[in-house]
């Protein structure tokens, strides 16, 4: 199993650039996450997808946040335009079932993004 | 809404040392309770859980045992290991959560041969 696959690893950019960070779920799972890591807010869920459905995407900071999942096999977050404040790790993780369920989450390694 | 505490690190200690990490939540109803760890330049990983009151989660020598009445769910280990060095997240699904699962701050540990 090649667990959940995000690219690129390591992402460096300067501000106001589009920056896109890539998502492969475990093969099967329903649900996709994409979170956001930092020092000063831990682990913030920014939204989730069900079946590829959007299902809540409250955490999205702001209207430069977008995120797609275009089938079961691909979800996108993007950036545009990329502030400073956005520096931090995303990680993406899927699950098979509903959190209700206690279905376990699965991340990947995440992408630390480096805005300057 | 639903919440979780967990006690500030970063914790360090000595190999074979008995660890305690504290974890106290907030939540409507019952909810499920988790820990998560995650080792240097990975992502998370379930460690345990446990569903109910008085539950004990365990795995890999980790336990932590679901109580309502103190709403807590303290992760321990009776002797840690180099290895053991990580972040551990304490974690809620509650039922006012839906599909959403709620994670602490985390706590780093840092065992030192």
């Known amino acids: 199993d090649a667990g959940v696959i995000q690219s690129p690893r390591h992402e460096v950019t300067e501000m106001g650039q589009e920056v896109t960070l890539r998502c492969k779920p475990i093969s099967g799972h329903d649900y996709l996450f994409w979170y956001r890591q930092t020092m000063m807010r831990g682990l913030e869920l920014l939204i989730y997808?069900?079946?590829?459905?959007?299902?809540?995407d409250s955490g999205m900071p702001e209207d430069r946040f977008s995120a797609k999942m275009p089938n079961a096999s691909f979800s996108t977050l993007k950036i545009q335009p990329s502030e400073p404040r956005d520096s931090a790790v995303y990680f993406c993780?899927?699950?098979?079932?509903?959190?209700?369920?206690?279905?376990?989450?699965?991340f990947g390694n995440g992408t630390r993004l480096t805005v300057t | 809404g639903d919440s979780v505490t967990q006690m500030e690190g970063p914790v360090t200690l000595s190999e074979e040392a008995f660890l305690t990490i504290n974890c106290t939540y907030t939540?409507?109803?019952?909810?499920?309770l988790f820990w998560y760890v995650q080792y240097p330049g990975e992502g998370l990983q379930l460690l345990l859980k446990?569903?109910?009151?008085?539950d004990k989660g365990s795995n890999k020598g980790f336990e932590a045992t679901y109580r309502k009445e103190t709403t807590s769910f303290h992760l321990e280990k009776g002797s840690v290991q180099v290895s053991d060095s990580a972040v551990y997240f304490c974690?809620?699904?509650?039922?006012?959560?839906?599909?959403?699962?709620?994670f602490g701050p985390g706590t780093s540990l840092s065992v030192i041969p």
């Open positions: 997808f069900n079946n590829n459905v959007p299902i809540d």
């Open positions: 446990a569903t109910k009151a008085d």
């Open positions: 939540a409507t109803g019952y909810p499920s």
């Open positions: 974690a809620l699904n509650g039922p006012t959560s839906y599909d959403k699962v709620i």
């Open positions: 993780a899927s699950s098979l079932g509903r959190a209700t369920y206690n279905s376990p989450l699965h």
